[in-house]
């Protein structure tokens, strides 16, 4: 069967519940968190919005899965660095990693303006907690003791949220990729103590 005599009964068969969460995360991404209505979605995806009932009672619903679903996938960035032994280098990866634009970094920004919904809140307050834990542990394994790693964690944490904010939300000019670059090293080698 070609894809021009499916009908839209048929695409809502095959449109899946991580369907709907994606074109939100995108949506939220481009948008913010008021892009992520049903009938908008709907039209994304080309369907009608009856077929966002069948896999969610509420928009609520489908914004709670997206954002678990967001909350996966930036989990995992942090587990692909745990297997680096030395905690010096396994920062470095991290930071080289969390430099790079990517959807999960414009999501996160636009989640940030969005701190007073009642989904968006306890997302965001988990993986905050999750993502300083994490920078605590690997700054204790440097050698810092419990409050300095505490506070460098911080420190680390803000600077990644700072730049997220500068960049997205006021749209200051963007650095060239030579700058950019240098930026990351700058700040890797100021936030990771030698």
Known sequence: MNQA???????????????????????????GVGAAAVEPLARRLGVTKGSFYWHFPTREALLKASLERWERADEEEFIG???????????????????????????????????????????????????????????RQLGLDRIAASYRARLAYAAYAGFLQLSLQLGLPRLSHAEFDEYVEHTISTLIPS
Request: hydrophobic content about 40%; charged content about 30%.
């Open 81 to 139: 660095v745990e297997p680096i032994r030395e905690p010096r280098e396994r920062l470095r990866e991290l930071f080289r990693r969390t430099s790079r634009e990517m959807q999960s970094h414009v999501v996160y920004s636009a989640l940030l303006r969005a701190l007073d919904h009642p989904v968006v809140q306890p997302v965001m307050s988990r993986v905050s907690q999750r993502r300083i834990d994490f920078l605590t542990v690997a700054y």
């Open 5 to 31: 005599s499916v009908t839209p009964l048929e695409n809502r068969s095959r449109l899946s519940a991580a369907d709907w969460e994606q074109a939100a995360l995108e949506a939220i991404a481009e948008n």
